[in-house]
């Protein structure tokens, strides 16, 4: 077990936490979440003892392994495979003495405890991980020095999950993976033998990887059993309740207050009036926690444009050499919401710089609309961006017209306040650099809008917001991201990009991901010609059998509904979140999310009932 007892931390006289305390069962998967800039990566360097706590402390189970990403492996001669086995510093030492050592007692040991720690595995388990993370097997051979920055940090990765150290730290683990190895990450980390902490925005690998939650909030953590989805709902609740009774008491403070105004200065009431003067002082104030500030993003709207906005016919593209892509036949219309699948290097960006004009394809032809204008925003825009300028003096060289006031207005309308208006990049967050980037990519209100990778440096607020802000766009998206979320809220259409060519992605986002899971790549599953004779109507017992399981299955999800608005209801009582509580309150958070799991279940089973039902009642309407 993990245990914070009262911690403390300062950063330049600003507690990031303080008189914090939460207990880690041994073996859980967690996810510290909190709003960027609240200190999660700060908590990490602190658990990893680089960082001196000012009061409190933090147990760790004696001669525990803690292990996270630093940086990037070094650009080196090394292979990639024997880089990540390498991580096992332990096997490398006992490989290496058992080379030299001559003592034949030594020699037995060093022998057994290779056999303890499974050493003559390694090599293929460090293979398996490198597979997941995107390297194939003539990759894995290769030396460091002919990967980017980005690879490697997938190597430092691997390396880490290779290790298996007792506690487990990563900090954005999907920043540098693509859709594919995020997929993959999210079922090693289910598995991962000993204990994980997780800081991401990622809600799909905080809903499927985690089974608990520690949220920074208010210089405080706070511990909830169950995924992020879980954790939202209870957290709501929890600030409703708070929210309700601050206005319960702000109406009885009122109440108070009134009476004193009117009779403190009156002989016969002074006496009552200073009782109340005095009820007030003694009144706690019940805040709210610190909610984020308003993370909005505020697109333009562009004209509505004739269909295609664009088209390709039989184009290719490359970079010189042997085509990237090639026979593209694909049309784009103002309303879509295509998401691009397929692995790294595959091409993906190649397509989305093509669609932008940024490529000239060598082959075929590509007709856009006259008027059509495309916003593009990639992930090394945020890097591009001038440091030594605020985003006012960005703004400013685009727009050199408006005034003042409506460039300010501009920057507002992507959350980038005040105070970061007039801010040095340089000194910015990542989420408000990304924010500016993507503020710029549409500043001409586009038709089109690509973008790649958008939401790796923002947190689940903004992302919420940007998925918000996509829905209401009047214009054409194309999406690259690793986020399952973001894609299956906005996007609508499924480009596989694969062996060359784009195709659309016949079946959804979750046929995808078990598509991967099942190690059947990213080809989708041959349909099989419905050849069958026309369906026979079931029975008239069958139906009513059938009609009977859907009423079963409805009484079963109300039964539950009613439970879940019960613990939610318990939950929102502020009382139970005294420190005298907290058992109970765990108790609760336990039932909650279990409740919560039953319900998703009878859903399930709700819906397969009901889809026997229509099939037995409308044998034809699937063909």
């Not at 009901?610 to 063909?623: I, V």
Request: glycine content about 6%; charged content about 25%.
């Amino acid at each position: 077990m993990i245990k914070f007892e009262n911690i403390g931390y300062s950063v330049a006289g600003r507690a990031l936490v303080e008189h914090a305390s939460a207990a880690i069962p041994a073996g859980h998967k967690v996810g510290l979440v909190g709003r960027n800039g609240t200190g999660k990566t700060t908590l990490f360097r602190v658990i990893r003892g680089e960082l001196p706590l000012d009061s409190g402390s933090i147990s760790i189970p004696k001669g525990a392994r803690i292990g996270g990403i630093a940086q990037e492996v070094p650009s080196n001669d090394v292979s990639l495979i024997d880089t990540v086995l390498a991580q096992d510093t332990e096997r490398a030492a006992l490989l290496a003495e058992a080379e030299t050592t001559t003592d034949p007692n030594r020699i037995a040991e060093v022998q057994t405890r290779l056999a303890d720690i499974d050493a003559w595995s390694a090599p293929a388990r460090a293979a398996s991980i490198l597979k997941g993370l995107g390297f194939s097997q003539e990759k894995q051979s290769m030396p460091c020095s002919a990967f980017s920055g980005g690879w490697r940090m997938r190597v430092a990765l691997a390396g880490v999950l290779f290790a298996q150290p007792d506690l487990l730290l990563l900090d954005e683990p999907t920043n540098y993976l693509d859709l594919e190895g995020a997929i993959w990450l999210e079922t090693y980390l289910a598995r991962y033998p000993h204990t994980v902490i997780i800081v991401s925005h990622d809600r799909g690998l905080l809903n499927r990887a985690v089974g608990s939650i520690l949220h920074l909030e208010d210089r405080k953590l706070t511990f909830y059993q169950g995924n992020y989805d879980t954790f939202a709902r209870t957290r709501a609740a929890r600030l409703a309740a708070a929210e309700s009774e601050a206005k319960k008491q702000e109406a009885r403070r009122a109440h108070l207050q009134s009476y004193v105004d009117r009779f403190r200065y009156k002989a016969d009431k002074a006496k009552q009036a200073q009782a109340r003067i005095k009820m007030i002082a003694k009144m706690e104030p019940i805040s709210t926690p610190q909610e984020a500030a308003l993370r909005r993003f505020t697109f333009p709207e562009p004209e509505e444009l004739q269909p295609p906005i664009l088209r390709l016919d039989q184009a290719s593209v490359g970079y010189g050499g042997a085509p990237v892509l090639k026979h593209l036949d694909l049309r784009i219309d103002q309303d879509d919401r295509i998401a691009l699948l397929g692995q790294n290097g595959q091409g993906k960006s190649t397509l989305s710089k093509l669609i932008a004009d940024r490529l000239t394809a060598s082959a075929g032809s590509i007709v856009r609309s006259s008027k059509l204008r495309i916003g593009y925003f990639a992930q090394h825009q945020v890097d591009e961006l001038h440091l030594d300028e605020t985003p006012l003096e960005h703004l400013r060289r685009l727009r050199p017209d408006p005034a003042p006031s409506q460039l300010r207005a501009m920057l507002g309308g992507f959350g980038i306040g005040a105070e970061q208006a007039d801010t040095q990049v340089g000194r910015l967050s990542g989420g408000q650099k990304a924010r500016l980037s993507l503020m710029l990519a549409t500043l001409d209100a586009p038709h089109l809008l690509i973008l790649d990778e958008p939401t790796n440096h923002l947190d689940i607020e903004s992302r919420e917001a940007l998925v918000e802000a996509l829905t209401q766009y009047s214009g054409a998206v194309i999406l690259v991201s690793h986020d399952m979320h973001l894609l299956s809220m906005v996007a609508d259409r499924l480009w596989l990009v694969k062996d060359g060519r784009v195709t659309p992605y016949p079946d959804d986002l979750e046929t995808y991901r078990a598509s991967l899971l099942e190690g059947g790549g990213s080809s989708p599953k041959p349909t099989t010609e419905k050849m069958a004779a026309k369906p026979k109507r079931a029975s008239r017992d069958e139906i009513l059998a059938l009609r009977a399981e859907v009423r079963k299955c409805e009484d079963r999800l109300e039964k539950l509904n009613d439970m879940h608005d019960k613990l939610s209801t318990k939950l929102a009582d502020p009382a139970l979140y005294e420190d005298d509580k907290i058992a109970d309150l765990e108790i609760w958070n336990r039932k909650f999310a279990e409740v919560t799991q039953a319900i998703e279940r009878a859903e399930t089973l709700w819906i397969e009932a009901q889809e026997k039902l229509d099939t037995a009642e409308n044998p034809n309407s699937n063909q």
